[in-house]
């Protein structure tokens, strides 16, 4: 890999910190030509601290490591980024990440439409949504919906419209969510069922 560490003339990349698994960005660091070779060679990110002027390895008081992952080099070639599994918080205030952002998996569009659902189900006295409406219905409600969806989707999967096909899937999941929610769950419990069997 070619990196320019002579960009900006004082021999320092910016080396972008990546949680491999929830891909959130935990901090940003500066790496030398030396600090990259030894992030290679022990698997453990060094950056080059500017205030300490010297090679500096997350971690290496606090035992909060980022254990490296991959190194990917930007199209300039002057910009890291680094994935890592972090080892406890990344931020020296103890924080997940220098943003004071807890490192929690989201699914985008699917993590904003879970928290809607979530809102619905905690206000569904007050609420004349169809979410509201299923939840006090009640959980044999809910899941018949689910099975009414999965149905539809099979019937369809079988057919040439794609349109209905993906109408059906769309519903298929959106009760889905419903459904794990009003058993205490979210999509992300689930996923970690999947990594478990890797």
Partial sequence: ME?????????LVPAIIQDVSTKNVLMLGFMNEEAYQ?????KKVTFFSR???RLWTK?????????LVDIKNDCDEDTLLVTVKPVGPTCHKGDDTCWAQDNIQTFGFLTDLENTIQNRKENQENSTSYVASLFRKGINKVAQKV?????EVVIEAKDNNDKLFLDESADLLF?????????GYKLADVVEVLKSRG
């Fill in 3 to 11: 990196i320019n560490f002579n960009k900006n003339n004082d021999g």
């Fill in 38 to 42: 030894k992030t290679v060679e022990t």
């Fill in 51 to 53: 205030t300490k002027q």
């Fill in 59 to 67: 971690g290496e008081e606090s035992g909060n490591f980022l254990n």
């Fill in 147 to 151: 099975g009414e969806e999965a149905v």
């Fill in 175 to 183: 009760h889905y969510l419903i459904l794990l929610q009003a058993k």
